[in-house]
């Protein structure tokens, strides 16, 4: 007889057992056969063995299912012969059948980002091998579109490395491309098959939709901005941390901020830093010069795009002004004169200044219609006239008091500090004070004139201890009560006819 063989039904836990009936008279002696009878040899290399069917009683079954006692993976050996009227036959040639069969179906793969190569980690738990020692893993990847699986060589399932560790990372750069084409934050489908001497076992289930999703570089990060206490020698430059899915949804290693160093024929890219701040101050810089920054971050997958580019002139709000100078108009005495110098502009232009009037209480007022520091001609000038009567209106200061001054400078950046007060210069003037009553002269007096004297103001009572009587204006009223002028003279005295 053939020898018998195995049936789809042997296992870990089974065998199945068949062979080929004899019905032509060549194979069964021209006599029907009477029963087949299997033996097998109990796993003990064919050197016992013991009747399986067919000895007694007889049967003519040609397939027989073997469960007692199988040991997965061990090997059987099976011979069979057939009986007819005229007895038993020979023994057909032994064969060994293993308890054993293709692997069982794998639990669904786990799918993880790397944390080295931050590509897409993939690991499975190796199945029931049933009977037979896994050879081999079948690591199929979906497309984009889910409907094309294909392997990639990261994940070679014949590779010792990947059977040995059941795990394997394939790179973002091998899914973004043919024949996967992933895009950006699309979940990476995966299923794996293990493989023995009999063959691949069925495919697991697909990983499930909350594994690992596609990760690129950082996207492009807004243009840096300068902070406000920039100077026109130091320059602070802070940029936005990039959240989310702006991330590349990896996280952010290093920001690095880049400049032109001030020369506009060569592109911003010269490296300032490269590290996890969002700030960064350059030292050094030339006020007014044009200096041009961005940045760009960077993940486990690379830098992302540079930024649009933000352009720096340096500056800073104005030095403080030195003491203005306040005295009377060399034109004209009854107008007060302020005068000052621009302090250091900090390579911006100064726009106003600020002119405050000491006031007698100690507190300072301003003087707009005159002294207005934001018009362009004062700002130009650097000098403004007030009258001398609005100054006394304005300050409430007594006569001979200091006319005190600050001024301070802005421009686009800010404030100037405020100039000291001046300690010298003008003083609050007055018209004269009222003179003592005239007397008649009469020794001077005859009848053909009469002689006025008056006291001369002296000292303060000039208008200030600075100012001179320019003349006196004599009235008299001729007995009617109506004042009329008589005459201005210079001396303390008159005579009239």
Request: with cysteine; charged share 10%.
């Amino acid at each position: 007889m053939s020898a018998p063989v195995s049936g789809p039904a042997t296992g870990p836990t089974q065998l199945d057992v068949n062979w080929s009936s004899l019905i032509t008279p060549v194979s069964n002696g021209g006599s029907a056969i009477l029963s087949y009878n299997l033996q097998y040899d109990n796993a003990t290399a064919a050197v016992t063995w013991t009747d399986v069917v067919g000895l007694s009683p007889a049967s003519l079954a040609t397939e027989v299912i073997v469960s007692s006692g199988v040991v997965s993976g061990s090997e059987y050996g099976f011979r069979v012969r057939a009986s007819n009227i005229f007895g038993w036959g020979p023994y057909s040639l032994v064969t060994f059948i293993q308890a054993a069969r293709e692997p069982g179906i794998p639990l669904a793969p786990v799918t993880s980002i790397d944390p080295v190569a931050g590509g897409v980690a993939i690991a499975w738990t190796a199945p029931d091998a049933r009977g037979s020692a896994l050879t081999s893993f079948l690591i199929e990847i979906a497309d984009v579109t889910g409907l094309v699986w294909s392997t990639a060589a990261a994940c070679d399932g014949t590779s010792p490395t990947v059977i040995a560790a059941q795990s394997c990372v394939v790179l973002m750069s091998t899914l973004t491309a043919a024949p996967f084409n992933y895009l950006f934050n699309d979940v990476v489908y995966v299923r794996v098959s293990a493989a023995n001497f009999y063959g691949f076992g069925a495919v697991s289930p697909t990983s499930a939709s909350t594994g690992a999703a596609i990760r690129s570089v950082p996207a492009q990060m807004s243009p840096p901005t300068e902070a406000p206490w920039s100077t026109d020698v130091t320059v602070t430059m802070n940029w936005t941390a990039l959240t989310g899915s702006d991330t590349g949804n990896s996280a952010i290693i290093s920001y690095s901020l880049y400049w032109d160093n001030g020369n506009p024929a060569v592109p911003a890219e010269i490296e300032l830093t490269d590290a996890n701040v969002t700030y960064f101050t350059v030292n050094g810089v030339t006020g007014g010069q044009a200096y041009r920054f961005t940045v760009r971050a960077r993940n486990i997958y690379g830098y992302g795009p540079y930024s649009a580019e933000t352009n720096v002139i340096p500056d800073d709000a104005p030095g403080k002004t030195d003491i203005p100078t306040v005295a009377l108009s060399a034109s004209d005495a009854t107008q007060v004169q302020v005068t000052w110098v621009q302090p250091n502009t900090h390579s911006s232009p100064i726009t106003a200044y600020d002119v405050q009037f000491m006031q007698a209480n100690g507190a300072y007022v301003t003087e707009l219609t005159h002294c207005n520091g934001a018009t362009t001609g004062i700002v130009a000038a650097q000098t403004c006239t007030v009258p001398m009567s609005l100054i006394r209106t304005l300050t409430l200061l007594p006569r001979d008091s200091l006319i005190r001054v600050k001024v301070r400078a802005y421009n686009a950046k800010g404030t100037g500090q405020y100039s000291e007060i001046n300690t010298a210069g003008a003083t609050v003037e007055t018209e004269p004070t009222n003179l003592s009553v005239v007397t008649i002269n009469a020794a001077a007096t005859s009848n053909t004139g009469t002689e006025v004297d008056w006291t001369a103001l002296t000292g303060s009572s000039t208008g200030g201890q600075n100012v001179l009587i320019t003349n006196y204006e004599v009235y008299w009223d001729q007995s009617t009560g109506v004042w009329v002028s008589l005459a201005n003279t210079t001396s303390a005295s008159i005579l009239f006819v």
